[in-house]
T-cell receptor, first 116, second 110 residues
Framework: DAGVTQSPTHLIKTRGQHVTLRCSPISGHKSVSWYQQVLGQGPQFIFQYYEKEERGRGNFPDRFSARQFPNYSSELNVNALLLGDSALYLC???????????????FGEGSRLTVL | AQSVTQLGSHVSVSEGALVLLRCNYSSSVPPYLFWYVQYPNQGLQLLLKYTTGATLVKGINGFEAEFKKSETSFHLTKPSAHMSDAAEYFCAVSDLQFYFGTGTSLTVIP
């Protein structure tokens, strides 16, 4: 069975540009969460979606946005990139609403974004 | 607000020695606690979790952790370290969203 897949795996952008990161959850999973992991730090929560609705938002500026599609895949968009947005962006899926918080998160390998 | 503190950003142990990675949490409600492991250039993988019930939780690869409410701790242990255990370990607490600690890098010395 395929795990959580993320694309692209690596990308380089310049300040002010826009980036879109994509995530496909494990088949059957209806919840997707996004995390930012800056080098040397733990993952920081950005967004959580369940059944195409936003269920949670972390302390990130409005430059960050996301959405979930009918097939439960998800996109994370970041506008007006700053140097500080350089990080590993992790997507995680879980089976359902009951799993949010109590169940296991299944992580993809991440998209490493470098902003120059 | 939920939070976790991992004591020691780097831990080194000899192969075969005891592994002890420390985690203390802050939670306003009974916590759900997790340990995740991250190998280089990979995502996070669940080692073990505590939700309810037995306070000593066994996970994969011989790891276990004990939930101690009085100490607000959830330390991770393994009796005998193996070279393959070298990785970054993250403690997390959740209340619908996950709050991760800053991580502990484990080095295993042959």
């Amino acid at each position: 069975d395929a795990g959580v897949t993320q694309s692209p795996t690596h990308l380089i952008k310049t300040r002010g540009q826009h980036v879109t990161l994509r995530c496909s959850p494990i088949s059957g999973h209806k919840s997707v969460s996004w995390y930012q992991q800056v080098l040397g730090q733990g993952p920081q929560f950005i967004f959580q979606y369940y059944e195409k609705e936003e269920r949670g938002r972390g302390n990130f500026p409005d430059r960050f946005s996301a959405r979930q599609f009918p097939n439960y895949s998800s996109e994370l968009n970041v506008n007006a990139l700053l140097l500080g947005d350089s990080a590993l962006y992790l997507c995680a899926s879980s089976a359902g609403l009951a799993d949010l918080g109590t169940g296991e998160l299944f992580f993809g390998e991440g998209s490493r974004l470098t902003v120059l | 607000a939920q939070s976790v503190t991992q004591l020691g950003s780097h831990v080194s142990v000899s192969e075969g020695a005891l592994v002890l990675l420390r985690c203390n949490y802050s939670s306003s409600v009974p916590p759900y606690l997790f340990w995740y492991v991250q190998y280089p250039n990979q995502g996070l993988q669940l080692l073990l979790k505590y939700t309810t019930g037995a306070t000593l939780v066994k996970g994969i690869n011989g790891f276990e952790a004990e939930f101690k409410k009085s100490e607000t701790s959830f330390h991770l242990t393994k009796p005998s370290a193996h070279m393959s255990d070298a990785a970054e370990y993250f403690c997390a607490v959740s209340d619908l969203q996950f709050y991760f600690g800053t991580g502990t890098s484990l080095t295993v010395i042959p």
